[in-house]
């Protein structure tokens, strides 16, 4: 199907819609989750919120989004509170009250939705779409409610800003301050189930998890501040949730929920790698630069030194003899020096080699390089006593070994 | 066939009796494992696993074209142990935390997985319900012979599995135990203790693997990690936490079992919650259950630890390894 179309089509535009909102609003909230370290406990929603919607089901008697979200949010709230009393109250660490937390709702969840499969018919009506996410499923009156209670959630983390922020990055600094860490810790959490919770028809429960995490590990690369990665986290949950739906819904067969997870992970791998300062291939990028850099001002400093040990500026320098105080063929080092106008070839004695000397812009550039460590930044015009180390040349073992 | 023989095969005949075994077996075997999970705080770990073993499966399956092979394994034990390296290489490039990069990896070859059954393998038994689900319930019709008798394929296979499990366990103890309280001083005796904590999660899988068309992937979480936590309540000795993490799952086997006929529902799912009705108990009446809390509150001048034997075998309550568990403690 052609994009234009697609777009075009009544039931994909509320797809997409939907899941736009949905990313959104997982991102933002995602984003204190995974500051936090709570990663996991998003796991352990999603997956707990499975008996919610079974009771859901069960109570309003047929598939209306409302009740099932409610139900859903009430499970995912009270798995969360088994966390924190399993943790607080027994030597039970977290990554134990979590799994415990995750498999029991599950396992509650499998039972009543066998039970309703088996007894009230809940098969034709399709909950397991909820394992894993039936974009097609959405219709217009659960998008009013998504986005409802997705604003609703936005306005409240926009409204509390400032105090979400000093629990997040210091929560002893907060309860100094007089701020209710609690109340905030506890309203966090629901919040994130709530992210969770609107995104299950879209995901399902075993995946909702992702969309929570990846797009705030993603937006973490490329930001250092919060307001930033926030929003940067909501654009990636809506660019991975419009992504997913539409590509599930172009091709047949595809469930929803890991097409939409897949394309967030594919945005934290171009994130790890890329992202400017932190991304892998970055800094690898970076650090081959600054080492090409540190060659240069090396070969530049012996220039400048024979120069000055033998008391004439212009000194022509044999190649060779910059090969012997390199370590190593300085040939390229040259070639790229001479590019920069940093030094130049001179013919003295053609028989001899190639020999360099430095122009003015070098023994300036080279003066520079060594002030900081404070040799005479004069002209070489008398020769110096003989160090008995020279910083640079540290450095430069240094990275020989590297 | 010997009368014994025959009455063994009598027994086994009932579907009841094969299924309350395979859930048993089950629990037995990932419990065994779980014991040490929980201690070394990588309880997340056998969810990542038993999400992702699912793509290693959907792999081989494409390769081989069969459900049945014993390559299934080894996909499986690959795509557990590459999981964990997955993890522990994005933990290394500290772009991400611990927790984050747990639940970046797993949904990513999860979702993988599910698509490869959506285009590729849509018509074949290997439907995403079954997956999360199991099929305990139609196990005892798929037999095979073993020595003289019938047994049903999951329950042989678990058996080798829960064998297999125990005697690493048995063999091992020593450096599981040492690689589990003290790392450190594992290393410094030359017991490598990461090549044990990957031998004890490449076991993870594999059980996975058994344990998936019994149970389900998600519900073998459960009998990872609800036992050992509860026998992690009653008892302060590893021994004796193995041991009662082994009854458990046997109970939780049985009970399940009658609970899910009794209200004709899941029965892999009934099992699984059956392991959390232990845990309240142990919650409740353990030796660090809440009503001893409240009791040794209540008369704080009795000496607690009556009866234990002079820093004989380390306490469960020993450090930790934290290595894992990403300061999230």
Known sequence: ?402 | MSAAVAALQGWLDQPGVTIVLIGALVGIAASLLGAFLVLRRESMLSDAISHSILLGIVMVYLLTGTLDSPLHVVGASLAGLGTVWLTDLLVRSRRVKHDAAIGLVFPALFAAAVLLINVYARDVHLDTDAVLLGEIAFAWLDVVRVFELDVARSLATMLAITLVNLAFVLLLFKELKLATFDPGLATALGLRPVLVGYGLLGLVSVTAVGAFDAVGAILFVAFVIVPPTAAYLLTDRLERMLAYGCLIAIGSSLGGYALARAFDVSIGGAMASATGVFLLLALLLGRHGLVARAWRRRAPEAPPHVGMPAASAPQLDAKTPTSSDGGRA
């Open chain 1, 1 to 402: 199907m052609e994009l234009a179309a697609l777009l075009g089509d009544f039931t994909v535009r509320t797809v997409a819609l939907g899941a736009a909102l949905v990313g959104v609003v997982s991102g933002v909230l995602g984003s204190f989750a995974v500051l936090r370290q709570q990663s996991l406990l998003g796991d352990a929603l999603s997956h707990a919120a499975l008996p919610g919607v079974c009771l859901g089901f069960l109570v309003a008697g047929s598939r209306q989004l409302a009740p099932i979200l409610a139900g859903a949010l009430i499970s995912g709230a009270l798995a969360a509170l088994l966390v924190l009393v399993l943790t607080r109250t027994t030597r039970i660490k977290t990554d134990a009250a979590l799994g415990v937390s995750l498999s029991l709702f599950f396992a509650v969840g499998t039972v009543l939705l066998t039970y309703l499969q088996r007894h009230q018919g809940a098969a034709q009506a399709g909950l397991d779409a909820f394992l894993f996410g039936q974009a097609a499923a959405l219709v217009p009156s659960d998008l009013r409610v998504i986005g409802t209670v997705g604003g609703v959630s936005l306005a409240l983390v926009a409204l509390a800003w400032k105090e979400l922020k000093v629990t997040t990055f210091d929560a002893d600094f907060a309860r100094s301050l007089g701020r209710p860490v609690l109340a905030l810790e506890f309203g966090l959490t629901v919040l994130i189930a709530v992210a969770v919770v609107i995104g299950l028809q879209l995901v399902g429960v075993i995946l909702m998890v992702a969309l929570v995490i990846a797009p705030a590990a993603a937006a973490r690369q490329w930001v250092k501040r919060l307001e930033g990665m926030v929003l940067l986290a909501g654009v990636f949950g809506a660019v991975s949730g419009v992504t997913g739906a539409l590509l599930s819904a172009a091709v047949r067969g595809l469930a929803t929920g890991p097409v939409i997870v897949l394309v967030a992970s594919g945005i934290v791998l171009i994130s790890l790698l890329l992202a400017p300062g932190r991304g892998v291939l970055w800094q690898l990028v970076q650090a081959t630069s600054q080492r090409r850099n540190l060659r240069g001002h090396r070969v530049l400093v012996d220039l400048y030194r024979l120069a000055q040990d033998h008391r004439d500026p212009a000194y022509p320098t044999e190649q060779g003899m910059l090969d012997a105080y390199f370590g190593r063929r300085s040939a390229h080092v040259l070639r790229r020096l001479e590019r920069r106008g940093l030094v130049e070839r001179v013919r003295h004695m053609p028989e001899e080699g190639t020999h360099w000397v430095l122009t003015d812009v070098g023994q300036e550039q080279a003066r520079t390089l060594l002030q900081p460590f404070g040799e005479r930044a004069e002209g070489p015009a008398t020769r110096r006593e003989a160090p008995a180390v020279r910083p640079e040349s540290e450095a430069a073992r240094r990275e020989g070994r590297a």
